[in-house]
């Protein structure tokens, strides 16, 4: 069993602002219905995924949470001062396991590098000249497409925990803010390492109040960051109960890098060595694993997040996705920052995940399109230690995502032989997103974010992404 309990609080909706939705209320009182051609709930066993709903509906109640989900012709009656809304297929919005997106305004720049040049000799010395307005304007306008994509949950390692943050509050959106520790040359952004951790508390005590923002510990990797610093880490995130984040094996040189630092310790069986897999750790790509590298995450259920795009635009490799699944591992899906990969697209996600495994193994039948789904919602939510996220059902946060029901890409659909889950997977993209809702609360409308003036957004951002490229 995992050990993380709570790593992002729950939202306020915006009919509750005093957070009584925290309770577990299933909203006793005024009632939002939904009603949809197709209901995806995503509420199953550990592992598993359920069959989608024909003809389903989802009460929220005025705490933002389910009061009620299955199919319309059992629904219990409204009460006065419901308001009923319909929509095509309803389902849990997307978490983004993994991702770096202030990086937009980066977005483009060292194309066709490998992953050490394109950090070295273009990302580092960019990022050494950013300023946390920078950061937060980079930030408001990945959340405009983060949202817009339906993924409203957003595991974030950068700098600038606090301008991280405030963007993020700007847009509505939940996120994990994990800022991370670099010990590189090259990059000369941030202090010394023992003031960016005394930061990281700081942050977290600093947003301890918020519903939307928690804040982790985070060290770019085992290669860029001292035994010293990474020692450092393990003991101060276990004593302040925060996660750790941190990039593991996305390189094959990786291995031997650390291998000559630490007398022959393979990446995760170093950073077992130093404490660090003790807590509740995400480490992000997993690409160059071995059997003994899985069995040592797998003992200390280190969670491990599969970024596809990313490592095949880097051309990083492919990673052994089903080997961990078969270790049981918990696993997500994320988009790695838009400036490695530029989309911040979890659909895109879930279909390279899917091809990539495929091509590896050989095999047609290897990972399917509900476990790809499962990555993005509930296998995510267990990745974060968030049961009320991830899926539609009592007592779970109305965090959910509605695909246009008049979508050309999702149709024809032949009832007989239907599968919806591999129509969203295979067929799905943002363009079908026509709704999205946080705790209750509408965040997209027919494709548009309300949260944020996208102009402004979109102007400020180029600006500073001008500044940046001279």
């Known amino acids: ?92 919005s997307l978490i983004n396991a993994h991702c770096h997106t202030p990086m937009v305004l980066l977005r483009g720049a060292g194309e ?6 394109w950090l070295h000799e273009v990302m580092w010395p960019r990022e050494s000249k950013l300023t946390p307005g920078d950061v937060r304007a980079g930030m408001r306008l990945g959340a405009l497409e983060l949202l817009a994509n339906g993924i409203t949950t957003s595991v974030e390692m950068y700098f600038s925990g606090q301008a991280v943050a ?43 109040g918020s519903d939307l923002i928690d804040v982790g510990m985070a060290a770019h990797a085992a290669y860029s960051v001292s035994a010293q610093c990474l020692t450092a880490i393990a003991e101060r ?7 750790v984040h941190i990039h593991l094996a996305e390189q094959q040189w990786e291995d031997a890098a650390v291998r000559e630092r630490t007398g022959g310790l393979a990446a995760p069986e170093y950073l077992e060595s130093l404490g660090l897999l003790d807590g509740d750790v995400i480490a992000a790509h997993g690409v160059w694993l071995s059997p003994d590298d899985i069995d040592v995450l797998a003992r200390n259920d280190t969670a491990v997040v599969h970024c596809p795009c990313s490592n095949a635009k880097h051309a990083s490799g492919v990673a052994p996705v089903t ?47 509900a476990e790809a789904l499962r990555m993005t919602t509930a296998g995510a939510a267990e990745v974060l230690g968030r049961d009320g996220l991830g899926r539609l059902a009592p007592g779970c946060w109305a965090d959910m995502m509605a695909l246009s029901a008049s979508e050309p890409a999702l149709h024809p659909v032949i009832e007989a032989e239907d599968d919806p889950l591999s129509r969203i997977v295979w067929s799905g993209s943002p363009g079908a997103v026509s709704g999205v809702w946080v705790a209750g609360r509408q965040v997209v409308e027919g494709g548009r974010v309300l949260t944020l003036d996208v102009a402004e957004a979109v102007a400020e951002a180029e600006t500073r992404a001008r500044r940046l490229a001279r």
């Not at 729950?10 to 949809?36: E, F, N, T, V």
């Not at 939940?174 to 941030?190: A, K, N, S």
């Not at 899906?333 to 530029?342: E, F, L, M, R, V």
């Open 1 to 92: 069993m995992h050990r993380m309990g709570r790593i992002l609080l729950p939202i306020r909706s915006h009919r509750d602002p005093s957070g009584r939705g925290a309770s577990g209320s299933l909203g006793l009182g005024l009632m939002d219905r939904y009603l949809c051609d197709v209901l995806v709930t995503m509420d199953g066993p550990v592992g598993a995924v359920p069959a989608p709903i024909s003809g389903g509906a989802v009460d929220v109640g005025d705490d933002g949470r389910i009061a009620w989900c299955g199919p319309a012709a059992d629904a219990p009656a409204l009460g006065p001062g419901a308001t009923v809304h319909t929509t095509g297929i309803l389902m849990p």
């Open 112 to 117: 066709g590098l490998p992953v050490d040049r």
């Open 166 to 208: 405030e963007g993020a509050t700007d847009a509505g959106m939940r996120c994990l803010v994990t800022p991370g520790v670099i010990e590189d040359p090259d990059f000369t952004l941030t202090g010394p390492w023992p003031e960016q951790l005394d930061e990281m508390v700081a942050l977290r005590d600093r947003w301890a």
């Open 237 to 243: 995130a276990a004593g302040a109960g925060m996660p």
């Open 323 to 369: 080997d961990m699944q078969a270790a049981g591992l918990r696993l997500a899906i994320g988009t790695d920052g838009p400036a490695s990969h530029h989309r911040l697209d979890l659909f895109e996600e879930m279909r390279t995940a899917i091809r990539t495994a495929r091509i590896r193994s050989g095999d047609a039948q290897t990972f399917g399109p």
